[in-house]
Each structure stands twice: as structure tokens, then as C-alpha cells.
């Protein structure tokens, strides 16, 4: 009794049938790296607030309520679009693995109030930064007469 293998597709076969994983992939390398600039930039001692953190995570939030907004309701349809800039970007950009770590750095340094405030508060901040990313992207695309699917 022998056991047959499936047939496997060449890679290239299974890159060109999937090019939305090179975009993921592109954007991602893309949004890590500005979080790291950012990281760098914003860089604190630790125990103290991770504003770099904090900042990545809701300005992605912001700017993937605007890009949610462009693509529902204004650009052309693609299916490159949300792949590369949302998935990959934005979520290369956006940390909330380094969010749960820097709460948890906050609480082991003997600041649970702080780390308890990080964690909500980034948590209603970034559904905040989310909505107003929506609200006032389709704000300005009605007032300047943007095309409406």
C-alpha cells in the first residue's frame, strides 16, 4: 500500500496565483520601518509612558479609518489597495503585540495605574482615532465634491 503525495505548485506559480502576498509583504516592510523611525525618534526610559507606541498605534488607527473611507467610497476598486496599504502597511506600522509588552513593562516597574491607562486608554483612543479617521475623511471627500460609488 503506498501513499501518494499531493502535487505541490511551483513557488513562482503560487506567487504569480497570489501577488496579494508580496503586497502584504512589501507594505509591511514598508510600515515596520516607520515605526522603527518613529520608535527611534520618540525613544523614553523605561517605566516611563511608550508615547512611540502609543502615537504608532493611533495614528494607524487614524489613518486606516481614512483609508477605509477612500476605498469604500471613493477610488476605484482594486484588490491591491487594501492588501498592500492595510494589511501591509498599516499593519506593519501599528504594534499592538509592543502595546501588551509595554503594559506589561509598566506593571513589572511598579506602575499599574500607569500600565492600567496605557492599556485603556490606547484601546478607546484608537477606536477614537478610528472613527474620527472615518468621520472627518468622508467630511472633507462630500465637501469637496469626491465621487460617491
Not at 520608535?39 to 511608550?50: E, I, N, T
Amino acid at each position: 500500500m503506498t501513499r501518494r503525495r499531493a502535487a505541490r505548485p511551483p513557488a513562482r506559480e503560487l506567487l504569480a496565483a497570489r501577488s496579494d502576498i508580496l503586497l502584504v509583504a512589501a507594505g509591511g516592510a514598508l510600515g515596520s520601518l516607520g515605526r522603527w523611525a518613529l520608535g527611534q525618534a520618540l525613544a523614553g526610559d523605561r517605566g516611563s509612558f511608550p508615547r512611540a507606541t502609543f502615537i504608532e498605534n493611533l495614528s494607524g488607527a487614524f489613518a486606516l479609518g481614512v483609508l477605509m473611507v477612500l476605498v469604500l467610497d471613493l477610488w476605484p476598486t482594486s484588490r491591491y489597495i487594501r492588501p498592500f496599504l492595510g494589511v501591509g502597511v498599516l499593519g506593519g506600522y501599528t504594534t499592538f503585540s509592543t502595546y501588551l509588552l509595554d503594559a506589561r513593562t509598566l506593571f513589572a516597574a511598579d506602575r499599574p495605574l500607569l500600565s492600567a491607562v496605557y492599556l485603556v486608554g490606547t484601546l478607546a483612543g484608537g477606536l477614537v482615532a478610528t472613527w474620527a479617521g472615518m468621520f472627518l475623511t468622508g467630511r472633507v471627500t462630500r465637501r469637496g465634491g469626491g465621487r460617491r460609488r
